[in-house]
């Protein structure tokens, strides 16, 4: 069975203060991960995804196999990155992802 | 434009009424998802579909109903079943490349009054 876990339900930070929001993932294969953004009043949509191995709005991910975590971080958060965020995995050929329970991000200014 | 179009946006539906929601993609994906969203609980599956004429039971199908008779169109009916229906249901559509990630509707919002 697979199971992706965000321990944080909300992260509080200041503007530009260095943000992680964390995403560990229970798989025995080969993962594929992802991160999606929902901004207030807009619709979820995907952020970054693993395989891509790019930086979007200046968040990165790594995909560590040795602690399966896929934890996103970015140096220097903005106001603008206040959002929902969720964690998701494929796995074993299925194309559905298991999501997350989200972590709410608030940046302060 | 491509997207994904899911109406309504708001819904009240009556004790024992069924309702049914709309979605529509243009974007030529094979797969289509109906996901159900509520507060501290994440995105749970409800019905998928990776072809026409074919669907397959979610996490949380009972009281839900599906059908894909067309390869753009993928409506969902909540049924007088459905225990607790008032919830925020997103439509997502997916090409086969599943590397590419899902495409989101802007969602539907229903209430039994």
């Known amino acids: 069975a697979q199971r992706v876990t965000q321990p944080e339900k909300l992260l509080s930070v200041f503007k530009g203060a260095p943000v992680e929001l964390k995403c560990n993932y229970s798989?025995?294969?080969?993962?594929?991960l992802f991160w999606y953004v929902q901004y207030s009043r807009q619709r979820l949509q995907l952020l970054l995804r693993?395989?891509s191995r790019e930086s979007i709005k200046g968040f990165t991910a790594d995909l560590n196999k040795g602690e399966t975590s896929f934890h996103l971080k970015k140096p220097f958060a903005q106001e603008e990155d206040s959002a929902m965020y969720y964690c998701?995995?494929?796995?074993?050929?299925?194309?559905?992802?298991?999501f997350g329970r989200g972590t709410s991000l608030i940046v302060h200014p | 434009d491509g997207g994904i179009t899911q109406s309504p946006k708001y819904l009240f539906r009556k004790e024992g009424q069924n309702v049914t929601l709309s979605c529509e993609q243009n974007?030529?994906?094979?797969?289509m998802y109906w996901y159900r969203q509520d507060p501290g609980q994440g995105l749970r599956l409800i019905y998928y579909?990776?072809?026409?004429?074919?669907?397959q039971k979610g996490d949380i199908a009972e009281g839900y109903s599906v059908s894909r008779e067309k390869k753009e169109s993928f409506p969902l009916t909540v049924t007088s079943a459905q225990k607790n229906p008032t919830a925020f249901y997103l439509c997502?559509?997916?090409?086969?490349?599943?590397?590419?990630?899902?495409?989101f509707g802007s969602g539907t919002r229903l209430t039994v009054v």
């Open positions: 998701a995995l494929s796995g074993g050929g299925s194309y559905i992802p298991t």
């Open positions: 798989y025995s294969g080969s993962p594929e």
């Open positions: 693993h395989i």
């Open positions: 974007l030529n994906h094979d797969a």
């Open positions: 579909s990776q072809i026409v004429n074919d669907f």
């Open positions: 997502a559509s997916m090409n086969v490349d599943r590397g590419r990630g899902y495409t």
